[in-house]
């Protein structure tokens, strides 16, 4: 299956990849609109976890954040070469160069948010290593960090504040086309 590109000329993989920080609704829309187009969902946290048998939580705590981007930027890799459905990255997998290059040519949308409304959908960050000591300033500041880089491999960008799932898909389908 191809996916449009930013540039309409078709490449395989992803039909659509979501970036964005924690708490933007990467999940809760990638499946939603994975239902709407009829494909399947792929959360690359999720391929970590299976990858390493454990909870992302406890490869911080046991390898460290360094073993997890290198575990992350595996998966990333793979998801984009063989997975044609709707596919959701981790929050800082686009810090890795090497993930925004090969992000390149994909239909790739940002959902963005703001810090309060992040905050009610995660909560105090549980389960969440990097938002452990102090979610909110934490938080505040990888958005900041990130939010150049994801605006960067994005074709478009969608805000989900104040919004339900389903409006949000609705724009990723005007947006993208599909």
Known sequence: MTAPTAAGTPSTGPVCVLVGPPGAGKS?????????????????????????????????????????????????????????????LGGGAILAESTRAALAGHPVVHLSVQ????????????????????????????????????EQVAVGTVGTDGRTPEEIVEEIVALLKV
């Open 28 to 88: 809760t829309v990638g499946q939603l609109l994975a239902d709407r187009l009829g494909r399947g969902f792929r959360d690359t946290d999720l391929d970590i976890e299976a990858t390493a048998g454990k909870p992302i939580p406890e490869i911080f705590i046991d390898e460290g954040e360094e073993h997890f981007r290198t575990l992350e930027r595996a998966a990333v890799t793979v998801a984009l070469a063989s997975f044609d459905g709707v596919l959701a």
């Open 115 to 150: 810090l309060p409304d992040a905050m009610k959908r995660i909560g105090m960050g549980a389960g969440r290593p990097l938002l452990a000591l102090n979610p909110r300033a934490t938080l505040k500041h990888l958005m900041d960090q990130r939010r150049p880089l994801y």
